[in-house]
């Protein structure tokens, strides 16, 4: 039986947030776009929610965006949540997962490029580190 608003209206001490998981599915840089990720976040191992996008500006800094679908209304471009959190706290949950999660990708790639830059020779180990034949061979 479904319940009436004011039997389910609890304050936000009382509302218990899921475990949060969330995943970079890619990242990207184009110029002049501040969308720099796409994310999903898996919410209490029982549902699944695609299209978050991790977006940058020079005014706000980083922040996320909610999935959404875009339509047309009176001529106007506007956009419509698909999801969205309903309290302050889940919000900043949600946001800190998926901001985590971006830091953690972004520094898995770098890792990545320095692994491979070196695998190519590219960057010797250690730059400042003179090799043995450099230095005649001592």
Do not use: W
Request: glycine content about 8%; hydrophobic content about 35%; cysteine-free.
């Amino acid at each position: 039986m479904a319940q009436t608003k004011s039997t389910q209206k609890k304050t936000a001490s009382q509302i218990k947030i899921p475990a949060l998981y969330a995943r970079i599915d890619r990242t990207m840089d184009y110029e002049g776009d501040g969308v720099k990720a796409i994310a999903s976040v898996n919410v209490g191992g029982a549902f699944a929610v695609h299209g978050f996008k991790v977006y940058e500006s020079t005014e706000k800094g980083r922040s996320v965006l909610n999935p959404s679908s875009k339509y047309e209304k009176n001529g106007r471009t506007e956009y419509s949540d698909v999801f969205h959190a309903i309290t302050p706290e889940a919000r900043t949950a949600v946001n800190e997962a998926i901001l985590n999660a971006y830091e953690q990708k972004i520094a898995e790639d770098q890792a990545q490029d320095m692994d491979e830059e070196t695998a190519q020779g590219q960057i010797s180990p250690d730059e400042n580190e003179p090799d043995a034949l450099t230095m005649g061979g001592m």
